[in-house]
Structure formats: structure tokens, C-alpha cells
């Protein structure tokens, strides 16, 4: 497996080995020992597996209390995936990185503790396959908006946006509870 770091600290692109012939194709997308070696030692406590039609936005999510590090793959289609440092002692608080993770590119993002979360599916169905260091937890689940112009995500455009109700009425990041 490769990793390749971003520019915010503890945020990861990793990549597996992938073995294909006529058949189709094989590769490891977790191992424990493996991931340890490569500096993230997470223990994983709950796997989700989430379906999103085109344009379908999530996010952005946190919990509070019981914050979850987070290793998202793309089992099925394409996604625009945002991570976004909400660590107030952080150099890069309120900063966003994103990757684009389909089942073309198998690649991998690993989000620690600390970080919000949302995603933009880009092709007609995504299926979004991670998991979670810490259990969902609704009475600490929190969301910031994804329109938040502190934030400035820079969105792929092309498609009409789905946002949930939840999501829509997310809180800006000056007034977010971060504690």
C-alpha cells in the first residue's frame, strides 16, 4: 500500500496494490498491521456502507464527545470527498482538502479524529464504503454547512445539488459547536 500525505497534517490519500488480470481484480483495502506501519495505528469499530445518487451532498459531519477517525473507499461510482480541520489548536483549523475516490481509482482516504466530513456524488450512483474508529453516536453527531463561505469549499459544479433537511440546516463555522 502507498500513502501520500496532504497538506493538512494527519489527512492521507492511500492507494493499494491492486492485482488485475482477465478475471477482474484483487486487493487488500484494510489491514491493521499494514496501516501501522505506515504511522495511522486506528483501531476501526463500526464498517457503513452508504448509496448516493448524482449530485446527492453529505456532510459536512462530526461528532462531538466521541469523534471518529474515518477510512473511506468508493465500492461503486464517484465521489468528491471533503475533509475539513475543525482541531482549533490546529495551524490548518477551518482549512479543506479533497479527493476524488471512485471504484476506477480505488484509492483510499484516511481522516483522523478531529476532522468534519461530507462528500459529493458525481456519478449516477456512488456507493460509499467506511469505517469508523468511534460508534455513531446521534446525540453527539454535529454538521457544519457545506455552503459555509468561511470554509469556501470549492464544489465540482454540473449537477443539481440533494441536500438532506439535517444537512441544509447545519451551523457556519464561527457558531459550531466544536467542544
Not at 59 to 67: E, F, L, N
Not at 106 to 125: E, M, Y
Request: negative net charge; aromatic residues 12%.
Amino acid at each position: 500500500m502507498k500513502i501520500s500525505p496532504t497538506p493538512i497534517e494527519g489527512l492521507f490519500i492511500l492507494e493499494p496494490q491492486v492485482f488485475a488480470d482477465t478475471r477482474g481484480f484483487f486487493f487488500e483495502s484494510y489491514n491493521r498491521k499494514t496501516l501501522a506501519a505506515l504511522g495511522i495505528d486506528t483501531a476501526f469499530v463500526q464498517d457503513n456502507h452508504s448509496l448516493s445518487l448524482r449530485g446527492t451532498l453529505r456532510g459536512i459531519h462530526y461528532q462531538v464527545r466521541t469523534p471518529q477517525a474515518k477510512l473511506i473507499r468508493v465500492g461503486a461510482g464517484e465521489i468528491f470527498d471533503v475533509a475539513v480541520d475543525l482541531r482549533r489548536s490546529s495551524a490548518t483549523f477551518g482549512r479543506w482538502f479533497a479527493v476524488v475516490l471512485s471504484a476506477a481509482n480505488k484509492l483510499q482516504f484516511f481522516i483522523p479524529r478531529g476532522f468534519g466530513h461530507g462528500f459529493l456524488a458525481l456519478s449516477q450512483t456512488a456507493e460509499v464504503l467506511y469505517k469508523a474508529s468511534d460508534y455513531y453516536a446521534p446525540e453527539n453527531e454535529r454538521c457544519i454547512r457545506w455552503d459555509d463561505p468561511d470554509l469556501a469549499i470549492d464544489w465540482p459544479g454540473g449537477c443539481d445539488l440533494i441536500v438532506s433537511p439535517k444537512d441544509a440546516e447545519g451551523r457556519f463555522l464561527p457558531e459550531a459547536d466544536l467542544a
